[in-house]
């Protein structure tokens, strides 16, 4: 990556008064927001506050109404989401979004196409092994269970060797077991230098595998901090888990 | 490149070559009639596969696909008479460049939207060019145009046949064995995730169809110089369109060998239907039958039956003609 010396020193995303509105719903009123390089940052917040919109407009697959976006030192707001993704930045669709009609190892191939295509069957092979997919490697996506969707769109991300990953609710659903398998699969490519930006309703996961939390609640980022001065912060964990989730 | 692994296939490579050395006797094995419906079933078989790349691999259903095949046969008959004369060889590469063009300039801006409007722009284009080519001088109107008659079955069979050979190659390599191949069928399936994973949707689309497009030109080309006169009914036509999308639903739509078993076959009913009762209202029947067989029963074509993983790629099609495209 263009890790000159000033970059090197900025947090991999920024993000600055983020405005996405929906007819009158205020998906995103001024996000603010930072993750740093090789961080693994939580993003949680009640059903409906913006998470996925946040995702959806920082990997460009929605333009914002206004606001800056710096990834790797580059401002990306508004740019197209294949040139951002080009850039490094991988995402996951909380409702699955995979390539239906082709098959398990397809959909690995397809995310790599673009970008680092030598030794991309080895990675899917490696992928595939890592997941547990192997024995539904030749099978149509659709085809899978719901958890299984949820591991292949993980997947995808990872065969993008991205240097920041956006995860939204990617272990929803999942086995205990298969979770487990997601969060030492994080945390290995956190010490091979990629950072994480993770949407998780589970306190759980959230407690053990992320650095930092940032809190959101009606389109704004409220706090941020460790888990446990979240925790203890009695307002935080009103707005947090005060509602239904 | 994209090396299978490697499953069982001498069975369908020896199927293929019996298939070749069956196609390669034809002519010396039957008369003049059926050589000509073995030269119109090749012709049907590859333009099925043209339609096919774009509309079955990428999911955009073109409603005026007959406009490429007519301008490949326009150009070839327009360069063939005075004053140019040229060789017609030289006319199919100056047919494709002219149908690139045309794609270019008809694709770049609609297939970025739902393909709703892209299906309309097709159709609105071919139609344009019927008026056009039935109103100007130098296409002759609404009479048509005649070209140099060569009257050589054998060298118009091999011409088709080439043709369809190397449209189901570039099919085979490009949609079936490359990176491109997962990127068309990436985004057919579904283009923000496609986006997401670095594909630039907008520009494999126009790939794809300005190598729809350029394909159906060839075949266009040689069908004006077999035929040796077309007017624009005869190669703008939208029954011609129609029956290349029947064929390739019939066939199964985003596999390889679908369009050549539904080209084939149809044309032959066709044929045979012609040969009994001298016309062809019954044909029209026909297609409308073989659109029922497809969407009551068989979704993935007749192609679908002999394959273990469905694809439903009719799913996917439709929905991009009444739902999600282009736009995020
Ligand atoms: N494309 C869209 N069109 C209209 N409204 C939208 C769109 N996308 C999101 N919204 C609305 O924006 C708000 C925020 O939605 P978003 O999906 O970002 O929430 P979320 O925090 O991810 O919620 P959850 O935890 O349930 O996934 C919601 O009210 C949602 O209905
Ligand atoms: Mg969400």
Redesign the interface.
Known sequence: MSASAQASAEPILLVRGLYKHFGGIKATNGVDLAVGRQEIAGLIGPNGCGKSTLFSLV????APDKGEIRFDGRAIAGM???RI??LGL??T?QIP???????VT?NL???A???H?PGA?ERAAETLSLLKLEHVA???ASDLSGGQQKLLEFG?AVM?QATLILLDEVTAGVHPNIRKIILEAIASLRERGVSFLVIEHDMEMVRSVCDRIIVMDSGRVVTSGAFEDIVRNSEVMQTYLGRPQ | M??QPMKSRWPGLLLLAVIAVALVALPWTVNNYWLRVATGALMWAGLACSWNMLGGYAGYINFGHSAFFGLGAYVTAFLMNDPFGLPFLVTIPAGMVVTAVFAVVIGAPTLRLRGAYFAIATWAFAEVLIQFASAMDFTGGIGGIGLPPFLNERFFYFAMFGAAALTYLVAWALFEHS??G??V??L???E??????????ALVKLQTFVLSAVTASVFGAIFAYWVTFINPKSVFGGDITDQMVVMVLLGGL?TLWGPAIGGVALFVVNRLIWMHWGDTAFYIAVLGAAIVLVVLFLPNGIAGLFVR?????LE?AAGKLVGGGGE?
Do not use: C, Q, Y
């Open positions: 990997s460009g697959t929605v197209s989401a294949h993704a080009r991988a995402r669709f979004a995979l390539f239906d009609n082709m098959s397809e191939l397809a995310a196409a673009e970008g295509w069957w030749d099978n149509r995808r993008r | 994209a090396a990176r491109f997962l990127k069928k990436a057919r399936d579904h923000p995730a496609a986006e997401a994973m670095g594909i630039n949707t985003g993983r469905k694809a439903n790629a996917k995020r």
